[in-house]
């Protein structure tokens, strides 16, 4: 089974960092892309970035984050600095057989991934 477990949320004071970690289990992150999204409150869940292994290729939609894979350990991180209050949101991670995106990078829509992790809460303050 595919399965994602994202970590790595908590407390954070403005203007500081966090690593998110997921974890990835079930498949090889080589024949999916892997994506971060974020959800608060009251809003609809938002893309922040997703990477494909196999080929290197990211995205990310805020300069301020950075994503990353260790392959041999099945787990993709995304860096966040220079946090803000606005940041605050449950993260999730999310995967999809790159195969059906053609191969092809694309912005980490919501109704693009098939697979979810359960979130981690990211919680920034003033």
């Known amino acids: 089974d595919v399965q994602l477990q994202a970590s790595g949320g908590g407390l954070v004071q403005a203007g500081g960092s966090l690593r998110l970690s ?3 289990s079930g498949f090889t992150l080589d024949d999916y892309a892997i994506g971060w999204l974020r959800q608060a409150p009251g809003k609809e869940r938002e893309g922040l970035s997703c990477i494909a292994s196999s080929d290197g290729s990211t995205y990310v939609a805020d300069s301020r984050f950075t994503i990353s894979s260790d392959v041999a350990k099945n ?6 600095n220079s946090l803000k209050p606005e940041d605050t949101a449950v993260y999730y991670c999310a995967a999809v057989a790159y195969y059906r995106w053609g191969y092809q990078l694309r912005p980490p829509t919501a109704s693009a991934f098939a697979y979810w992790g359960q979130g981690t809460q990211v919680t920034v303050s003033s």
């Open 75 to 80: 787990t993709v991180y995304l860096q966040m």
């Open 22 to 24: 997921c974890a990835a």
